[in-house]
């Protein structure tokens, strides 16, 4: 188990696409927040070194995908594209690519179905608790950094309101579907959801010192002048504040 020696293959793998400007930057570089999130989250449930190690791995692999994805598309969009999760397993899956990161094949199924249903609406049922408990760490990972993201590195547009679906949505307390999104302002409501399908007592606790939806709600709030969004993210808001301490510690 040589994660230096993982993260070297997986520079290797990248660094080819790093000449196609700013997104694959931000994406490498969300890979290596989520990798180090992945140790925190199974470091704090008390995990074996082993399983520390396997969770960092599924980190560091989790969006491989992506560099395939702009090469065959031009952006790192799912919506009416290539499923970045699908595409992260078939790299792996191909000539035994994940070999270069892990000889142990043990921990194989964990790692893909953990990679594959990590940007998945629901987390499947047939799982057994010890790849629930990996696909949990890599989601709960994945959504904290993107929280960031969306407040430091990726452009934000906000030409109008919420739609109603949205609303309710998130009302409801609920992970938006990329199904609902019909507009930019629409697609903004992602990371606003994403609280709503977090785990673990050590995630609220993380993104609630880190200010991230207080932050992420301002930065929107600058970005437009329509006063009903305006009204729409502070009720948004004042429920995402409020379901964070109710799971503070409950989990």
Not at 31 to 49: G, H, W
Not at 229 to 250: F, G
Request: glycine share 2%; net charge negative; charged share 35%.
């Amino acid at each position: 188990m040589d994660i230096e020696k993982a993260i070297i293959e997986f520079k290797n793998y990248t660094n080819e696409y790093l000449k196609h400007g700013k997104m694959m930057k931000i994406r490498l570089n969300h890979t290596f927040k989520v990798a180090d999130l992945c140790e925190m989250l199974a470091r704090a449930l008390n995990l074996s070194d082993e399983e520390i190690f396997i969770s960092k791995i599924i980190g560091l692999l989790h969006d491989i995908g992506r560099f395939e994805q702009w090469r065959l598309q031009q952006n790192v969009s799912d919506i009416n594209g290539l499923d970045h999760a699908d595409l992260s397993v078939e790299v792996l899956q191909k000539d035994n690519y994940i070999r270069k990161y892990i000889e142990n094949k043990n921990y194989d199924e964990i790692i893909m179905k953990s990679i594959k249903y990590h940007n998945k609406y629901a987390i499947p049922k047939d799982l057994t608790h010890k790849e629930t408990t990996f696909l949990k760490i890599i989601r709960d990972a994945d959504m904290i950094d993107l929280l960031r993201m969306y407040i430091e590195d990726l452009e934000i547009e906000l030409d109008t309101e919420f739609t109603e679906e949205i609303i309710k949505t998130l009302f409801s307390k609920k992970l938006v579907d990329v199904k609902d999104i019909k507009n930019n302002t629409d697609m903004q409501s992602k990371p606003l959801g994403f609280v709503f399908d977090m785990n673990y007592n050590y995630t609220f606790k993380y993104i609630k010192e880190k200010g991230y939806y207080d932050k992420l709600i301002a930065r929107y709030k600058n970005k437009t002048n329509n006063e009903k969004l305006k009204i729409q993210l502070e009720e948004i808001n004042n429920i995402i504040n409020n379901y964070i301490e109710e799971n503070l510690y409950v989990r």
